[in-house]
């Protein structure tokens, strides 16, 4: 066998991208306010480059957080915004560190409860944590026990039924037998309703057993979301979107779209050569390749609303409801462009409409059903909405269940299978019918 070295020639196609091309897609898939700072520093760096605003107020709003007031004094408009709130598991800390627990005990706590669900329950097994915090499975449910006496009631739960009966524990005005309706072995009747099945069990008067249901349907299955401190997220519409006359109109938001010029005062400068005319070309070039790569990202966010628009025109009558089936691909192939070019389009962005301010990515979570044959003009968003309306007009008395909320679906014309429906169901986070029925 002979070995050795060899040259051979081959040919190999390879994509690159210019600094240029990378720099006008990240500036496509930028949200608005990041591109406005993304400007902004590049204003800072290109003497070259100055950025003008429609009006002073914009660029009062832009450039700092300081404002002028209506009586011509500094107006601190995001000093005037409400703070924000202790998150869930800030708060369960703040309880755990007054506790006066040994410092192992303490560790293996504030682990479980950042381990907790945006409900407040623990979902993950304590084996599985003990192994990841490196303690003793022991440790962690003595950790568990510390959790659960934080308020509110019910945190740190592994399962509604646990939720519930913490919760039921520590109220000394829960009615008697409460613990035991809620054990494991009667759990399910409370479940399914079956009341007098319940009384049965436990040598209850009929009476007892209302009054118990009651209680337990006055009781918070996800006590994680009374806590308020997570829920306000801010955005800033990149455009306003209208109808009028039957013609789209698309108006940018001026707080956030600049134009961008070029300073001519360097121009004298530029025409003499040498270091600083290299530097000036250099920028001047630079500049150019901006403006054009944010008039691109304009142009092309601009055809993909107007498409995504035109492929939603029952959004206008119904909001969210009238949305049909639709995926990047349709708006892809209507425009000639990449699945990953409208990706990076939408992404991040928002746009104000007469049925609110919405993401761009919210008009694609319309996926079609599998039962109404992958295209049929049902959608999710669609089924879920009729699914809240039948429920809230539902008789209290008598709920829908699954399968009779499925047969009212396809009164409709939306064939939907009963595990769809619950599914839909859980999502919107409304309970069965059992749980649901009102005991008079």
Same mark, same amino acid.
């Given at each position: 066998m002979i070995t050795g070295l060899s040259q051979t020639t081959a040919i190999q196609m390879k994509t690159t991208l210019t600094p240029e091309l990378q720099q006008s897609v990240h500036i496509l898939q930028l949200t608005g306010t990041d591109l406005l700072s993304y400007l902004q520093e590049q204003a800072l760096e290109n003497p070259l480059l100055e950025l003008e605003w429609s009006s002073p107020s914009a660029r009062r709003s832009a450039g700092s957080r300081h404002a002028i007031g209506p009586g011509g004094g500094e107006d601190d408009r995001l000093g005037r915004l409400p703070a924000r709130g202790e998150t869930l598991e800030q708060a369960l800390l703040s309880q755990l560190r007054i506790a006066g627990l040994p410092a192992d005990l303490y560790r293996a706590a504030a682990f479980l409860v950042g381990s907790l669900d945006g409900a407040g329950y623990l979902l993950h097994p304590l084996g599985e944590l003990a192994g990841c915090l490196g303690a003793d499975l022991r440790q962690?449910?003595?950790?568990?026990?510390?959790?659960?006496?934080?308020?509110? =009631?019910?945190?740190?739960?592994?399962?509604?039924?646990?939720?519930?009966?913490?919760?039921?524990?520590?109220?000394?005005?829960? !009615?008697?037998?409460?613990?035991?309706?809620?054990?494991?072995?009667?759990?399910?009747?409370?479940?399914?309703?079956?009341?007098?099945?319940?009384?049965? $069990?436990?040598?209850?008067?009929?009476?007892? %057993?209302?009054? /118990?249901? $009651?209680?337990?349907?006055?009781?918070? !299955?996800?006590?994680?979301?009374?806590?308020?401190?997570?829920?306000?997220?801010?955005v800033v519409p990149d455009a306003e979107v209208r109808l009028e006359r039957g013609e789209l109109l698309i108006r940018w938001n001026a707080e956030l779209t600049p134009r961008l010029?070029?300073?001519?005062?360097?121009? $004298?400068?530029?025409?003499?050569?040498?270091?600083?005319?290299?530097?000036?070309?250099?920028?001047?070039?630079?500049?150019?390749?901006?403006?054009?790569?944010?008039?691109?990202?304009?142009?092309?966010?601009?055809?993909?609303?107007?498409?995504? &628009?035109?492929?939603? !025109?029952? &959004?206008?009558?119904?909001?969210?409801? +009238?949305?049909?089936?639709?995926?990047?691909?349709? /708006?892809?192939?209507?425009?000639?462009?990449?699945?990953?070019? %409208?990706?990076?389009?939408?992404? +991040?962005?928002?746009?104000?409409?007469?049925?609110?301010?919405?993401?761009?990515?919210? &008009? &694609?979570?319309? %996926? !079609?059903?599998?039962?109404?044959?992958?295209?049929?003009?049902?959608?999710?968003?669609? %089924?879920?909405?009729?699914?809240?309306?039948?429920? =809230? +007009?539902?008789?209290?008395?008598r709920p829908y269940s699954d399968e009779k909320l499925a047969q009212e679906l396809s009164k409709r014309g939306l064939q939907v299978a009963r595990r769809t429906v619950a599914k839909y169901r859980e999502e919107l986070h409304i309970l069965s019918s059992s749980l649901r029925k009102r005991v008079l």
């Open positions: 962690l449910e003595d950790a568990l026990r510390e959790v659960q006496r934080l308020e509110p =009631a019910g945190i740190g739960a592994r399962d509604l039924r646990e939720c519930l009966l913490l919760q039921a524990g520590r109220d000394p005005q829960a !009615p008697p037998g409460t613990a035991d309706a809620l054990s494991e072995a009667c759990f399910p009747l409370v479940a399914r309703g079956r009341w007098e099945a319940l009384a049965r $069990r436990l040598g209850l008067p009929p009476e007892a %057993v209302r009054e /118990i249901a $009651r209680y337990i349907r006055g009781l918070q !299955p996800r006590p994680g979301s009374l806590h308020p401190g997570e829920r306000t997220h801010y010029t070029v300073q001519d005062g360097y121009e $004298r400068l530029g025409r003499t050569d040498g270091e600083a005319a290299a530097y000036l070309k250099s920028k001047r070039r630079g500049a150019d390749w901006l403006m054009r790569a944010v008039e691109q990202r304009y142009r092309t966010l601009k055809r993909v609303i107007a498409a995504i &628009f035109e492929e939603q !025109p029952g &959004f206008w009558g119904q909001g969210l409801r +009238g949305l049909r089936p639709m995926n990047l691909r349709t /708006i892809a192939d209507k425009l000639g462009l990449h699945e990953s070019t %409208v990706s990076r389009a939408v992404n +991040g962005k928002y746009v104000r409409t007469c049925h609110g301010t919405f993401e761009l990515k919210a &008009f &694609f979570a319309a %996926v !079609p059903l599998a039962e109404s044959g992958g295209g049929g003009g049902a959608s999710s968003l669609e %089924v879920k909405s009729v699914i809240a309306e039948l429920v =809230a +007009g539902e008789n209290k008395g």
